[in-house]
């Protein structure tokens, strides 16, 4: 299957590392122009100018209106609109129940709820106008059970995510948009690397049935799939993908 995403302008938040720089990726190989958005606008211009003339770097604070208002305008003005959004901007601290202070579990739903909110909404507004979009919101399979490395917060921030999805779905299908969610699972990412051991990255890899860790490139390929003609029919749906972790 060719996923052909030739004349289509996509954002990817949380685009300097991880999953986001490999989505940001395989967007541009499929023929998007992709702006790659971060907090650091610094490290967003470096992950897109080895990715060439049809990539761009921008800095957005998601928890912020304002912010995410600007990048919207700033992608429309250089690229005349917005046709797929991917938001992949999130933290994760793996603080245990009773430690989690007030301001850690704002700054969680801040970052994981309030600013997924605030990129779906901004970009649907532009999607509406041309008649066609696509969403794909970064929930995990912690949004379905409880996450191997993050606290309550994450996991509920995560859940959270996968009710946005499918109301915001619902209501936006008539203007031809869909809004979709994924599922990681222990992917081999930065923030894994950052929030474990290796010994015990080894040892939840040899529970998985396929037993080893997610590639950021086997997610970046699912999420293509979602922003293409091929996934017209699909819409308010999370997909799993973590290596037979979480079987429901």
């Avoid at 971060?38 to 470096?46: H, I, S, V, Y």
């Avoid at 031809?176 to 939840?204: F, H, K, Q, W």
Wanted: aromatic share 6%; glycine share 10%; proline share 4%.
């Amino acid at each position: 299957m060719k996923i052909d995403l030739g004349g289509r302008t996509a954002i990817v938040t949380g685009a300097a590392q991880g999953i986001g720089r490999q989505t940001a990726q395989h967007l541009v190989a499929a023929g998007a122009t992709v702006a790659l958005a971060d907090l650091d606008p610094t490290r967003a211009r470096a992950a897109a100018e080895p990715l060439g003339p049809t990539a761009f770097g921008l800095g957005v604070d998601v928890r912020s209106r304002a912010s995410v208002d600007a990048m919207i305008a700033t992608v429309a003005d250089r690229c005349g609109g917005v046709d797929i959004m991917v938001t992949c901007a999130g933290i994760l601290y793996p603080t245990r129940f009773d430690a989690i202070t007030e301001g850690e579990w704002e700054q969680t739903f801040a970052v994981n709820v309030t600013g997924v909110f605030h990129c779906c909404q901004a970009a649907a507004r532009s999607m509406t106008a041309r008649g066609w979009g696509r969403i794909v919101n970064l929930s995990s399979t912690a949004g379905k059970s409880v996450s191997t490395l993050g606290g309550a917060h994450y996991t509920a921030s995560k859940a959270a995510v996968l009710g946005l999805t499918r109301a915001a779905a619902k209501e936006l299908a008539p203007f031809g948009i869909t809004v979709n969610s994924v599922c990681p699972g222990l992917i081999d990412t930065e923030m894994a690397r950052t929030n474990t051991t290796p010994e015990r990255l080894d040892a939840y890899a040899r529970s998985f049935p396929i037993q080893r860790l997610g590639r950021p490139e086997e997610v970046a390929d699912l999420i293509c799939f979602l922003a293409s003609d091929h996934a017209a029919y699909l819409t308010g749906a999370s997909f799993d993908i973590n290596g037979g972790d979480l079987m429901i």
